[in-house]
Antibody, heavy 119, light 109 residues
């Protein structure tokens, strides 16, 4: 069974960047998309974008265009999400998620990475 | 502002049935499958329903999903205290972007 394991919590200053990793183990990596979803404290889920590792093609939610970059390293089965120009409103838990049962439903989720933006 | 609209909260007694609605538009729910997720406090979301009404392996048949036009509904029967959680609907739109509802907090009285 595929598992997604994310990197640890981060504390960042406003204006800086953060890069979160998501490593897949136990199954095929490249054939399935990896999405990034964030959840601010007490708030709902917000999709940020996704990548198709086998093609290296990413698409992003309009809200994050120009500020987020999603990449994938097939050799290590790891996806990355980098968010720049951080502000306090970016404080959230960031999840990676991937479909298996259906192409457009997220079966598998990482454990989440807390990113805190504070001066 | 969430892409899909859900009621903020619902409640029902143990053993009863509850439904959670999810409203969208022709550019998202109207032309795509809907999925539903359960999120227990402090944990990652868990897929409950995919492709409008299908359950992944291991999800009990107390959970059901349906879709009509630009709306979808999650039903939970035989409510248990362990069902207390936040529930989210999700879908995709014509711009290949995913979207979620704002979430519904289920309280089992």
């Amino acid at each position: 069974q595929v598992q997604l394991v994310q990197s640890g919590a981060e504390v960042k200053k406003p204006g800086s960047s953060v890069k979160v990793s998501c490593k897949a183990s136990g199954g095929t990596f490249s054939s399935y998309t990896i999405s990034w979803v964030r959840q601010a404290p007490g708030q709902g889920l917000e999709w940020m974008g996704r990548i198709i590792p086998i093609l290296g093609i990413a698409n992003y939610a309009q809200k994050f265009q120009g500020r987020v970059t999603i990449t994938a390293d097939k050799s290590t089965s790891t996806a990355y999400m980098e968010l720049s120009s951080l502000r306090s409103e970016d404080t959230a838990v960031y999840y990676c998620a991937s479909p298996r049962t259906s192409p457009i439903a997220f079966d598998i989720w990482g454990q989440g990475t807390m990113v805190t933006v504070s001066s | 502002q969430s892409v899909l609209t859900q009621p903020p909260s619902v409640s029902a007694a143990p053993g009863q049935k509850v439904t959670i609605s999810c409203s969208g538009s022709s550019s998202n729910i109207g032309n795509n499958y809907v999925s539903w997720y359960q999120q227990l406090p402090g944990t990652a979301p868990k897929l409950l329903i995919y492709d409008n009404n299908k359950r992944p392996s291991g999800i009990p048949d107390r959970f059901s999903g349906s879709k009509s036009g630009t709306s979808a509904t999650l039903g939970i029967t035989g409510l248990q205290t362990g069902d207390e959680a936040d529930y989210y609907c999700g879908t995709w739109d014509s711009s290949l972007s995913a979207g979620f509802g704002g979430g519904t907090k289920l309280t089992v009285l």
